[in-house]
Antibody, heavy 122, light 107 residues
Framework: QLQLQESGPGLVKPSETLSLTCTVS??????????WGWIRQSPGKGLEWIGS???????YYNPSLKSRVTKSLDTSKNQFFLELRSVTAADTAVYYC??????????????WGQGTLVTVSS | DIQMTQSPSSVSASVGDRVTITCRAS??????LAWYQQKPGKAPTLLIY???TLQSGVPSRFSGSGSGTDFTLTISSLQPEDSAFYYC?????????FGQGTRLEIK
């Protein structure tokens, strides 16, 4: 059974960088043909797609966040990562990692992590 | 970005009732839309994709229909465990976007 687990600091100061890790178990993230995405959920903006990375390292980012986001993966550790720079209170949300197919186009998110709450506050 | 508007924002119904949730897109989606269910404190789970294809393991009381800009999620006979939030999701136009959600309560 595939499982995803987010980890990272629950509190980040404004203007700093939010860094999250998603650890995948039950299958290799490099086995293909899946993509590995990040989605966040906040009371103000609901569910928002952040971006995705393929097993081969191709990336897609939401244009609204693209200038601040970096995604990467470490196949040896079966992990993928999210970095969001210059955070503000508007970035406070529950962050989910998820597996999906088809890149961003017609993507279906079939496995999700439990989510991790990140609060941006000084 | 494509705006996805769900209605109603909240609905209350009794066990056994038929419930319909609507999602309207600001641009045509052809026949592709997904629906997710989310229970409190949990991640969303995929119910339906490609407007009407039931995800494996999802009860057959859930169904989806629609094309173009108007889509519906129907629960044919409401069960207590269906109390949740429901979200539509488009991934036909970049960037992918979600509806604002519909809260379904059991009377």
């Amino acid at each position: 059974q595939l499982q995803l687990q987010e980890s990272g600091p629950g509190l980040v100061k404004p203007s700093e960088t939010l860094s999250l890790t998603c650890t995948v178990s039950g299958d290799s993230i490099s086995s293909g043909p899946y993509f590995w995405g990040w989605i966040r959920q906040s009371p103000g903006k609901g569910l928002e797609w952040i971006g995705s990375i393929s097993y081969s390292g191709s990336t897609y980012y939401n244009p609204s966040l693209k200038s601040r986001v970096t995604k990467s993966l470490d196949t040896s550790k079966n992990q993928f990562f999210l970095e969001l720079r210059s955070v503000t209170a508007a970035d406070t949300a529950v962050y989910y990692c998820a597996r999906h197919s088809n890149g961003w186009y017609e993507a279906t998110y079939d496995y999700w992590g439990q989510g991790t709450l990140v609060t941006v506050s000084s | 970005d494509i705006q996805m508007t769900q209605s109603p924002s909240s609905v209350s119904a009794s066990v056994g009732d038929r419930v319909t949730i609507t999602c309207r897109a600001s641009q045509t989606m052809a026949s592709w839309l997904a629906w997710y269910q989310q229970k409190p404190g949990k991640a969303p789970t995929l119910l339906i994709y490609a407007a009407s294809t039931l995800q494996s393991g999802v009860p057959s009381r859930f169904s989806g229909s629609g094309s173009g800009t108007d889509f519906t999620l129907t629960i044919s006979s409401l069960q207590p465990e269906d109390s949740a939030f429901y979200y539509c999701h488009q991934a036909r136009s970049f960037p992918p976007t979600f509806g604002q959600g519909t809260r379904l309560e059991i009377k």
